[in-house]
């Protein structure tokens, strides 16, 4: 990607603090590779987008619960770290409300030519004279370090005291309603960020360092676009393969520990030969001979019916009943829940009251069989 469009110039981000920190040589591994996305991360970004212009009209209704969780649970947060009394002479920057990328430049070495550029985006930052809070939002369910272990919002508190001059407390806290209501406000003092900010320094000099080694692990290569191109990511998750295989007796006969094993290193290697299966499917969209003696098959074709309203009038035009068209017909509650509520305007506790009266009597629950997971894990 070149520095025209991206908006990091190149440099380091907060937003990959933590992954930079497991792994040095991830930053530069990723120079020039394109972006990648997918549906979790569009549906996050219509939720971010509607917080920084407070306008959810676009939203879905899955997406505006969230949205409101967030920003009850934000008003929650300022009251409790500004003080209810003092919450309403608060003055709040949104990202596109006077908001702006906020940088910082580190010399290579001290009094050095070469200076390395760093930077954040703050979801919303409220501040007072003298003291400000952070706002981070997290609106997809999954596991997200806690303000108190937050590099990229020790980050963000870095930058944000420098760019405002904010001489007392910077409190910092993840928003994150599918996690927990109550989050846990993590408080830097001007001393912590003088701290932070030598470790963050460290951290953006080793990241531009064409000697730093590469660390895979899980966490940091999650989202690292070098993956495919990475060594150390291939040797790490292609090991976990063989590693499942040479358990040398039958399942049945496995101690338990090699049951805890195998179900401990199983996902990353079902990723892995997941993740490098599409890259080898994506190579023959190319190229017919990327892997000889295979080739792409078209999948199949998959007809729904888009005007069910027409439909229905067609099969009475035939002499058919509608208890007989009803019984071509399954209703999806995510989509009845979207349609009850664009018929009554109701959300929350007041659409699920309405929704359970509705289907009161006329549903049947099935439970699906159980599925393996790490003890704690929901």
């Given at each position: 990607?070149s520095?025209?469009?991206?908006?990091?110039?190149?440099?380091?981000?907060?937003s990959?603090?933590?992954a930079?920190?497991?792994?040095?040589?991830?930053?530069?591994?990723?120079?020039?590779?394109?972006?990648?996305?997918?549906?979790?991360?569009?549906?996050?970004?219509?939720i971010?987008?509607?917080?920084?212009?407070?306008?959810?009209?676009?939203?879905?209704?899955?997406?505006?619960?969230?949205?409101?969780?967030?920003l009850?649970?934000?008003?929650?947060?300022?009251?409790?770290?500004?003080?209810?009394?003092?919450?309403?002479?608060?003055?709040?920057?949104?990202?596109?409300?006077?908001?702006?990328?906020?940088?910082?430049?580190?010399?290579?070495?001290?009094?050095?030519?070469?200076?390395?550029?760093?930077?954040?985006?703050?979801?919303?930052?409220?501040?007072?004279?003298?003291?400000?809070?952070?706002?981070?939002?997290?609106?997809?369910?999954?596991?997200?370090?806690v303000?108190?272990?937050?590099?990229?919002?020790?980050?963000?508190?870095?930058?944000?005291?420098?760019?405002?001059?904010i001489?007392?407390?910077?409190?910092?806290?993840?928003?994150?309603?599918?996690?927990?209501?109550?989050?846990?406000?993590?408080?830097?003092?001007?001393?912590?960020?003088?701290?932070?900010?030598?470790?963050?320094?460290d951290?953006?000099?080793?990241?531009?360092?064409?000697?730093?080694?590469?660390?895979?692990?899980?966490?940091?290569?999650?989202?690292?676009?070098?993956?495919?191109?990475?060594?150390?990511?291939?040797?790490?998750?292609?090991?976990?393969?063989?590693?499942?295989?040479?358990?040398?007796?039958?399942?049945?006969?496995?101690?338990?520990?090699?049951?805890?094993i195998?179900?401990?290193?199983?996902?990353?290697?079902?990723?892995?030969?997941?993740?490098?299966?599409?890259?080898?499917?994506?190579?023959?969209?190319?190229?017919?001979?990327?892997a000889?003696?295979?080739?792409?098959?078209?999948?199949?074709?998959?007809?729904?019916?888009?005007?069910?309203?027409?439909?229905?009038?067609?099969?009475?035009?035939l002499?058919?009943?509608?208890?007989?068209?009803?019984q071509?017909?399954?209703?999806?509650?995510?989509?009845?829940?979207?349609a009850?509520?664009?018929?009554?305007?109701?959300?929350?506790?007041?659409?699920?009251?309405?929704?359970?009266?509705?289907?009161?009597?006329?549903?049947?629950?099935?439970?699906?069989?159980p599925?393996?997971?790490?003890?704690?894990?929901?």
């Amino acid at each position: 990607m070149s520095n025209q469009t991206d908006e990091r110039r190149g440099g380091t981000s907060a937003s990959n603090a933590q992954a930079d920190s497991l792994c040095p040589g991830r930053h530069l591994a990723q120079r020039g590779l394109p972006e990648t996305s997918n549906g979790d991360a569009s549906y996050g970004t219509r939720i971010h987008a509607a917080l920084s212009t407070q306008d959810p009209s676009n939203l879905t209704l899955e997406e505006r619960e969230t949205y409101d969780a967030c920003l009850a649970i934000e008003a929650e947060q300022v009251k409790k770290f500004f003080g209810a009394e003092f919450a309403k002479d608060v003055k709040t920057i949104r990202e596109n409300g006077g908001e702006t990328r906020r940088w910082v430049k580190v010399p290579a070495v001290a009094g050095g030519p070469i200076v390395f550029e760093h930077s954040c985006q703050c979801d919303v930052v409220h501040r007072t004279v003298q003291r400000a809070l952070i706002v981070e939002y997290k609106t997809l369910a999954g596991d997200v370090p806690v303000s108190s272990k937050n590099l990229q919002l020790r980050d963000q508190q870095c930058l944000v005291r420098g760019s405002l001059l904010i001489q007392g407390d910077i409190g910092v806290v993840v928003v994150q309603p599918f996690v927990t209501r109550n989050p846990d406000i993590c408080v830097y003092t001007a001393e912590d960020t003088m701290q932070a900010t030598l470790e963050m320094f460290d951290r953006i000099r080793a990241s531009n360092n064409p000697k730093s080694l590469r660390v895979a692990g899980e966490d940091q290569c999650k989202y690292c676009r070098a993956k495919f191109h990475c060594l150390e990511y291939q040797q790490w998750a292609s090991a976990m393969v063989p590693a499942l295989a040479r358990l040398e007796v039958p399942a049945a006969q496995w101690t338990a520990e090699q049951r805890s094993i195998f179900l401990s290193r199983a996902p990353i290697a079902e990723k892995w030969l997941e993740e490098t299966k599409a890259a080898i499917k994506a190579g023959l969209l190319q190229d017919p001979n990327f892997a000889p003696g295979f080739t792409l098959k078209a999948g199949n074709t998959i007809e729904t019916v888009k005007d069910p309203q027409e439909c229905f009038n067609r099969f009475l035009g035939l002499g058919g009943k509608p208890e007989q068209f009803m019984q071509a017909v399954k209703v999806g509650k995510t989509a009845l829940k979207e349609a009850v509520h664009v018929a009554t305007d109701k959300k929350g506790k007041a659409l699920d009251k309405v929704i359970e009266d509705m289907l009161q009597g006329i549903t049947e629950r099935k439970q699906n069989s159980p599925s393996i997971v790490k003890v704690g894990d929901k």
